[in-house]
């Protein structure tokens, strides 16, 4: 009993860490912007389909595939916010809102025309590897997706916190208008913070590729959670998408461990609705 | 009140009656020619999982039935419909019950089909029962075990697939078997299901089945298929000390297994599920991983069953990967319903219901299927063959029951154990 419930913890933390830098990109984005970007798994799933193009026909290391997604997805994040949101950006919220839910449907429907609806699977060497810690064990390919995670949340976090980029980047997230006075060019803080928020994923995907299924529709799968992520940990805040996205990983890993099929799914749910009941601004709100 | 057409009244009309007469027999005749020239397409409808998670299977079926159509208009079509064609029209139900109610709604009443076929997910099956039975159109189930498809009275509803309870009984059945042949009585089992109908209706009839075939269910989990998660089922697996773990899922599921359960020490060729899940060409990518892994089904290509080695051959040709169970269903219905077609020599769906009914065949490009006669029982459901198959080299091979095996059971991954750490 007590074994199954580190081991569920452990898995927890292990997922948890991947929701969290999912949720740190969609964080940065709404912080920053105040658009709530319906198509950020599908961001991921273009990650994550070039590391299956890459590993199956360059039969190269999946990894690799980090080198090529960050800079791609870095400059599809920011050629979106040229073409589709800046037009946008004085138009009603629901607008934004639409025209980011239209990108995520046209990219699944792109994915499924030219690679079909067909689960792709990267199978690596070391995909039945695991490490023992005790009664626990965890599977090297997710130990190595949560490692990645960390290191990213913590460079956006080291970002935000120190660099000028970031102080720029809090500046216009916290006031628009006062930002502009001081000479920040908010336009490109904005399109700056929907570029790197997508180009996170350029790292989730390669790590993931290994150890979950590739499909287009492999993006609405993350989505949800990390939408829930990112309000349960305040809304344009890193350190909640961090803290919110472990509790929630470890949440929805002990209960599926005790519970059966979908039940197991409730708990992290209910935890969400009950910690808005009583913080509705999230955990961390106003804070990085 | 009835008074005479003015025009009888009042005169004449300027054309002879010779004329006249020979003008409305033309127009008669006219009427009555379709009936007598090239007869319209007789229209199937196919509900099928074509996005989504189980794309692989909806393609292995779309590919079946199209063959089969294909065989069938280049033989010229159903003669006693004076040479009909036969038409197939594809809806894609993405594996989601409402979707696929709708559909059937849209595909009888829109698309005018005769008859309904699919659906690959007895999850989708059921509310598309519930549409065709109202509409009284046949429906041929073609893909979907749960028992309830087949308990519910319908009248319209036949289905070559199996049936979960009978599924159920030869996976216990094939498993003792492979304990026997380990060298390790298989005692105490491990149950793993998916949660839709499908999943339900394999659940509750392991549970009824394991103890009068003197399985202990020391396990018994489930969970929504499509998780990219599945390692707190692997843990619970591993901690109850279970020989063997059967269930049922899809072929993602498999996938997520085959990548997941050896790296937290669970043997995966002791983890079996029955039909595409696990005989489908996607697990074989898995190359070295996949070896080994069992799983049941009701035809495999290397079945010495009557032109196998020509529809496998079409079939790859077609779809570019081997055919499985669903592939070879989808085929021979289309073939059981060009008989019923011919039988019937109509369209009327309650004809077509009857001449399914009380079908008997024997002979035929739809004996592909296992069985020494094709016809339905009461409830609908055909009497059903089952054999297990292993992956060995790369390829599905069939291990069980002996008598149909073609190579026997290998044991390299097998008799390490349900825990291999």
Do not use: C, H
């Given at each position: 009993m007590l074994e199954l419930l580190l081991q569920g913890t452990a898995n927890g933390l292990v997922t948890g860490a991947v929701f969290a830098v999912i949720a740190v990109g969609l964080t940065l984005v709404f912080g920053v912007m105040?658009?709530?970007?319906?198509a950020h798994g599908e961001f991921l799933m273009i990650a994550m389909y070039i590391t299956y193009l890459m590993a199956t026909?360059?039969?190269?290391?999946?990894?690799?595939a980090i080198l090529v997604s960050v800079p791609l997805l870095f400059l599809l994040g920011a050629g979106m916010f040229g073409l589709l949101i800046r037009p946008l950006?004085?138009?009603?919220?629901i607008s934004q809102l639409l025209m980011t839910m239209g990108v995520s449907i046209l990219l699944q429907n792109l994915a499924l025309l030219i690679f079909k609806g067909d689960p792709l699977s990267v199978i690596v060497p070391w995909s039945s590897a695991s490490v023992r810690l005790g009664p626990v064990s965890v599977a090297v390919t997710r130990l190595v997706a949560a490692a990645a995670s960390l290191v990213v949340v913590f460079g956006i976090y080291w970002l935000l916190k120190t660099t000028d980029l970031g102080r720029m980047l809090r500046a216009a997230a916290q006031n628009r208008d006062a930002a502009q006075l001081m000479g920040i060019n908010v336009t490109r803080m904005y399109m700056l913070a929907l570029a790197i928020g997508v180009s996170c994923l350029g790292v989730v995907g390669p790590v993931l590729v290994p150890w979950a299924y590739v499909s287009p529709d492999v993006g609405a799968v993350f989505t949800l959670t990390a939408f829930v992520t990112v309000v349960l940990g305040g809304m344009g805040s890193v350190s909640g998408a961090f803290f919110g996205g472990l509790i929630l990983g470890v949440v929805s890993s002990v209960s599926q461990m005790f519970m059966p099929g979908t039940y197991g799914l409730i708990p992290q749910y209910l935890v969400f609705i009950l910690l808005l009941l009583f913080r509705p601004e999230g955990l961390f709100s106003g804070r990085i | 009140m009835f008074t005479w057409p003015r025009i009888w009244l009042e005169r004449q009309s300027p054309v002879s009656p010779v004329r006249r007469f020979v003008v409305a027999a033309a127009v008669a005749s006219l009427a009555l020619q379709p009936a007598l020239v090239a007869a319209a397409d007789v229209v199937i409808g196919a509900l099928l999982?074509?996005?989504?998670?189980n794309a692989p299977n909806g393609a292995q079926k779309k590919t079946g039935y199209e063959l089969a159509v294909e065989e069938i208009n280049a033989q010229g079509g159903i003669k006693a419909l004076g040479g009909a064609k036969l038409k197939l029209v594809v809806r894609d139900h993405e594996g989601k019950p409402d979707i696929g109610a709708r559909l059937a709604d849209a595909v009888i009443?829109?698309?005018?089909?005769?008859i309904v076929v699919g659906s690959y997910m007895s999850g989708v099956t059921v509310p598309v029962s519930r549409v065709t039975e109202r509409l009284k159109t046949p429906f041929l189930v073609t893909d979907s075990m749960a028992d309830e498809i087949t308990e519910a009275?319908?009248?319209?509803l036949f289905r070559i697939d199996t049936k979960a309870e009978l599924a159920t009984r030869a996976m216990l059945e094939g498993v003792k078997a492979f304990g026997q042949k380990a060298g390790t009585p298989i005692t105490k089992i491990a149950l793993l299901n998916e949660d839709s109908a499908f999943g339900q209706s394999l659940k509750a009839d392991f549970e009824k089945q394991a103890p009068g075939l003197g399985?202990?269910?020391?396990e018994n989990l489930s969970f929504k298929t499509?998780?990219?998660?599945?390692s707190a089922q692997a843990a619970r697996i591993k901690a109850s000390g279970a020989q063997w773990t059967v269930g049922s899922w899809y072929i993602t599921d498999m996938l997520t297994m085959v990548k997941t359960f050896p790296s937290q020490?669970?043997?995966?060729?002791r983890v079996s599920t029955f039909g595409g899940g696990v005989q489908t060409?996607?697990?074989?990518?898995a190359g070295d991983q996949a070896e080994g892994v069992t799983g049941f089904t009701m035809?495999?290509?290397?079945?010495?069953?009557?032109?196998v080695k020509a529809f496998a051959e079409k079939f790859k040709q077609k779809l570019g990967v081997d055919p499985n169970q669903n592939g070879v269903k989808a085929y021979a219905g289309i073939w059981i319903l060009k008989e019923v077609l011919e039988r019937a020599g109509s369209l009327d769906k309650d004809k077509l219901r009857e001449t399914l009914a009380k079908i008997e065949i024997t002979?035929?490009?739809?004996?592909?299927?296992?069985?020494s006669k094709i016809s339905f029982d009461a409830t609908g459901q055909l009497l059903p063959t089952h054999i297990a198959i292993q992956v060995q080299k790369g390829a599905f091979r069939t291990v069980w029951p002996d008598d149909v095996a073609s190579t026997p059971l290998d044991m390299t991954k097998i008799k390490q154990g349900m825990v291999v750490r």
């Open positions: 105040r658009i709530v970007n319906f026909f360059g039969k190269l290391n999946p990894y690799l950006l004085a138009a009603p919220e | 999982p074509m996005t989504g998670g009443n829109d698309d005018k089909v005769s009275g319908l009248k319209y399985l202990t269910i020391v499509g998780s990219p998660d599945l020490g669970l043997n995966i060729s060409p996607a697990l074989l990518q035809w495999n290509p290397d079945l010495n069953r009557p032109g002979s035929g490009p739809a004996m592909i299927l296992p069985t």
